[in-house]
């Protein structure tokens, strides 16, 4: 087991120095004056010379990548040119907001995707069964934005069930009552995408198993339809852990246009006022910090299968 | 959205994650043909070439000049006299836009899943067929890509370029490849060792007499499997890249882009800023159920593919 999980963490750093570098050349390889682009047009000539000896633009490419990197070892992300703080700093306090938003998304997707993948491998050709195919489907082609706004559309502007954004009433608010109202749309459109993900794997995972010698074995054994079922759905879980990890990473890309349509002050909303500003530093920053994230979740479902499941540790 | 499922690695006797039959067989010629008519699969294909049909026909079919807006029709609801759909905050006709807007849109979607195609299945059969260094570089290569989330990777690339068509079919291109290159790979890593390979290697063939001749046919027909299902997500990134600023810029119609300019009327007339959003989605529904019977088709070949870039 530790030798499998430190095969796969050695494994892990070309991925993540990849990551750096594919980082490091969206503000390095940016046609025209990196300065301009890093401070905006209108910098005073010694924040352009300071920023310039920091970086090292006269040097080559190679060891300037090997200055960053090793900023950004220490935290240093550079500072926003819209905001005139540290990138770390915004990131840091939006990174909560988008992963209670993630949080919540994860637990819909979970349930959603497990009953919709159970009901349509328990009915394969049953009505209920292709209904719930036919939703996983939907679900899957469900752009988070086209939902976001669909949502808001009926249960904001229309029926009024719902606040439209923001984590919590103006006047009023606060508490988490309140939160958890305004967490309820945002929390549906960025999961709808990874939950017809989930509910077609478990699917397909949970039919091999009914159809396989191992629920032959117990239904002969006179289980009932309830405890062969409950075996099954065990033997299919770790195809579920392997997938709803996965969701869970493509979760936090997602809320790039969730968190901006619902005005969740998160990492993907600051991501996209870093987009539209065009700040570059932030927006190196955001997109380093979520492909970090996403390698590192995908290690921790390697490793979370390889302790339920000794056969992958080979 | 995004490429989720990794194409995971072909389970060995010990992988458990598989789906789906551990040894499929080849695609036997004429499997096509003899399967039973499936109605989803010829309704969406049906679809499929409505949308097209309805772009490429955008300037026959459409009631209005996309680009011409009138003062005193801003923000029309749908169902305005001469307005099926409404108009926007300038006054244009949104049916005309969004019919138009498949142009760009379905540009967006469909270019760089063909490119990914030619790409992936290049770098694929490169991996395979090149030895044990060029297999182990490309494989590293394509995984650090594979790690990033495909809109991140898109927005990645897209800032280093300027915002238009251009960019987003290259940043889709980047994001679509290594998932094509890992299919093309895994369907040729089950022939290396074919007797049918050895027999051409042996009577001579070079590398690439064996790749054109040998692998293309066994290769391409899962590679375009696959691909077609890619093109819905293809299109909702294409759409987001828009949205977003970085795709087709203003006042060129695109799904993305009229999401971004109706979103200010979404609290005032809901049903005119919703109507971008809900093309998305039908588009993606559309292509998106043509992929997944298309693989179906293929049947037990099909079954280890990843699910549509996921």
């Given at each position: 087991?530790?030798?499998?999980?430190?095969?796969?963490?050695?494994?892990?750093?070309?991925?993540?120095?990849?990551?750096?570098?594919?980082?490091?050349?969206?503000?390095?390889?940016?046609?025209?004056?990196?300065?301009?682009?890093?401070?905006?047009?209108?910098?005073?000539?010694?924040?352009?010379?300071?920023?310039?000896?920091?970086?090292?633009?006269?040097?080559?490419?190679?060891?300037?990548?090997?200055?960053?990197?090793?900023?950004?070892?220490?935290?240093?992300?550079?500072?926003?040119i819209s905001a005139q703080r540290p990138v770390a700093e915004l990131l840091g306090s939006a990174l909560g907001q988008t992963l209670l938003?993630?949080?919540?998304?994860?637990?819909?997707?979970?349930?959603?995707?497990?009953?919709?993948?159970?009901?349509?491998?328990?009915?394969?050709?049953?009505?209920?069964?292709?209904?719930?195919?036919?939703?996983?489907?939907?679900?899957?082609?469900?752009?988070?934005?086209?939902?976001?706004?669909?949502?808001?559309?009926?249960?904001?502007?229309?029926?009024?069930?719902?606040?439209?954004?923001?984590?919590?009433?103006?006047?009023?608010?606060?508490?988490?009552?309140?939160?958890?109202?305004?967490?309820?749309?945002?929390?549906?459109?960025?999961?709808?995408?990874?939950?017809?993900?989930?509910?077609?794997?478990?699917?397909?995972?949970?039919?091999?198993?009914?159809?396989?010698?191992?629920?032959?074995?117990?239904?002969?054994?006179?289980?009932?339809?309830?405890?062969?079922?409950?075996?099954?759905?065990?033997?299919?879980?770790?195809?579920?852990?392997?997938?709803?990890?996965?969701?869970?990473?493509?979760?936090?890309?997602?809320?790039?246009?969730?968190?901006?349509?619902?005005?969740?002050?998160?990492?993907?909303?600051?991501?996209?006022?870093?987009?539209?500003?065009?700040?570059?530093?932030?927006?190196?920053?955001?997109?380093?910090?979520?492909?970090?994230?996403?390698?590192?979740?995908?290690?921790?479902?390697?490793?979370?299968?390889?302790?339920?499941?000794?056969?992958?540790?080979? | 959205?995004?490429l989720t499922t990794k194409p995971t690695k072909p389970a060995g006797p010990a992988g458990p994650v598989e789906p789906g039959p551990v040894?499929?067989?080849?695609?036997?010629?004429?499997?096509?043909?003899?399967?039973?008519?499936?109605?989803?699969?010829?309704?969406?294909?049906?679809?499929?070439?409505?949308?097209?049909?309805?772009?490429?026909?955008?300037?026959?079919?459409?009631?209005?000049?996309?680009?011409?807006?009138?003062?005193?029709?801003?923000?029309?609801?749908?169902?305005?006299?001469?307005?099926?759909?409404?108009?926007?905050?300038?006054?244009?006709?949104?049916?005309?836009?969004?019919?138009?807007?498949?142009?760009?849109?379905?540009?967006?979607?469909?270019?760089?899943?063909?490119?990914?195609?030619?790409?992936?299945?290049?770098?694929?059969?490169?991996?395979?067929?090149?030895?044990?260094?060029?297999?182990?570089?490309?494989?590293?290569?394509?995984?650090?890509?594979?790690?990033?989330?495909?809109?991140?990777?898109?927005?990645?690339?897209?800032?280093?370029?300027?915002?238009?068509?251009?960019?987003?079919?290259?940043?889709?291109?980047?994001?679509?490849?290594?998932?094509?290159?890992?299919?093309?790979?895994?369907?040729?890593?089950?022939?290396?060792?074919?007797?049918?390979?050895?027999?051409?290697?042996?009577?001579?063939?070079?590398?690439?007499?064996?790749?054109?001749?040998?692998?293309?046919?066994?290769?391409?027909?899962?590679?375009?499997?696959?691909?077609?299902?890619?093109?819905?997500?293809?299109?909702?990134?294409?759409?987001?890249?828009?949205?977003?600023?970085?795709?087709?810029?203003?006042?060129?119609?695109?799904?993305?882009?009229?999401?971004?300019?109706?979103?200010?009327?979404?609290?005032?007339?809901?049903?005119?800023?919703?109507?971008?959003?809900?093309?998305?989605?039908?588009?993606?529904?559309?292509?998106?159920?043509?992929?997944?019977?298309?693989?179906?088709?293929?049947?037990?070949?099909?079954?280890?593919?990843?699910?549509?870039?996921?």
């Amino acid at each position: 087991m530790t030798g499998f999980l430190l095969r796969r963490l050695l494994l892990a750093v070309p991925t993540l120095l990849g990551v750096t570098v594919v980082v490091f050349a969206t503000v390095a390889l940016v046609p025209g004056d990196p300065l301009t682009a890093l401070l905006g047009p209108g910098a005073p000539p010694e924040a352009r010379h300071e920023l310039s000896e920091r970086l090292g633009l006269d040097e080559p490419l190679p060891l300037r990548y090997l200055g960053w990197l090793g900023g950004v070892a220490g935290g240093d992300l550079g500072v926003s040119i819209s905001a005139q703080r540290p990138v770390a700093e915004l990131l840091g306090s939006a990174l909560g907001q988008t992963l209670l938003l993630a949080g919540a998304a994860f637990l819909l997707v979970l349930a959603g995707g497990v009953l919709l993948g159970a009901l349509g491998a328990l009915r394969p050709n049953g009505p209920l069964g292709r209904l719930c195919d036919a939703l996983g489907t939907l679900a899957v082609s469900a752009p988070q934005y086209s939902v976001a706004l669909l949502l808001i559309a009926v249960f904001a502007v229309n029926l009024r069930w719902l606040p439209a954004g923001g984590t919590h009433d103006v006047f009023g608010g606060g508490g988490a009552g309140d939160l958890l109202r305004h967490l309820v749309l945002p929390a549906v459109a960025a999961a709808l995408v990874p939950l017809g993900l989930t509910a077609k794997v478990f699917r397909a995972a949970l039919s091999t198993v009914l159809a396989g010698e191992l629920a032959d074995s117990l239904r002969a054994r006179g289980l009932s339809r309830f405890a062969v079922l409950r075996h099954c759905v065990h033997n299919a879980s770790p195809a579920l852990l392997t997938i709803g990890g996965l969701q869970l990473a493509y979760l936090l890309e997602g809320v790039v246009f969730v968190e901006t349509l619902f005005a969740w002050p998160g990492v993907g909303r600051l991501l996209y006022d870093a987009l539209t500003a065009r700040d570059l530093p932030l927006v190196q920053g955001g997109v380093l910090v979520v492909a970090v994230a996403f390698v590192g979740i995908n290690l921790l479902v390697d490793a979370a299968h390889a302790a339920i499941d000794p056969r992958v540790r080979s | 959205m995004t490429l989720t499922t990794k194409p995971t690695k072909p389970a060995g006797p010990a992988g458990p994650v598989e789906p789906g039959p551990v040894e499929p067989g080849p695609v036997e010629p004429g499997a096509v043909r003899r399967a039973p008519r499936d109605v989803l699969l010829l309704l969406s294909a049906g679809a499929a070439a409505l949308l097209v049909l309805l772009a490429l026909g955008a300037p026959l079919v459409a009631p209005y000049d996309p680009a011409a807006g009138s003062l005193e029709d801003r923000l029309l609801d749908p169902g305005a006299p001469g307005h099926l759909l409404g108009t926007d905050g300038q006054g244009r006709d949104v049916l005309s836009r969004l019919l138009w807007a498949g142009r760009a849109s379905l540009v967006g979607g469909l270019v760089p899943v063909l490119v990914a195609v030619t790409a992936g299945t290049l770098l694929g059969i490169a991996a395979g067929l090149g030895g044990r260094v060029t297999e182990q570089v490309l494989l590293r290569t394509l995984d650090v890509l594979y790690a990033f989330p495909g809109v991140l990777l898109a927005i990645a690339v897209a800032t280093l370029l300027r915002p238009g068509l251009g960019a987003t079919v290259l940043a889709l291109s980047v994001v679509l490849t290594p998932a094509v290159a890992r299919v093309a790979f895994t369907e040729l890593r089950r022939i290396r060792t074919a007797e049918y390979l050895e027999a051409a290697r042996v009577s001579g063939a070079g590398g690439l007499d064996l790749a054109v001749r040998q692998v293309v046919p066994v290769v391409a027909p899962v590679v375009l499997v696959y691909a077609a299902s890619l093109v819905g997500l293809s299109v909702v990134y294409a759409a987001g890249l828009s949205f977003l600023g970085l795709g087709v810029a203003p006042p060129t119609a695109e799904w993305g882009a009229m999401l971004d300019e109706l979103r200010p009327s979404l609290f005032t007339h809901p049903w005119v800023a919703v109507q971008p959003a809900l093309v998305i989605l039908l588009v993606s529904v559309v292509f998106n159920t043509l992929g997944e019977r298309l693989r179906r088709r293929i049947g037990d070949s099909g079954a280890h593919l990843p699910e549509a870039g996921r």
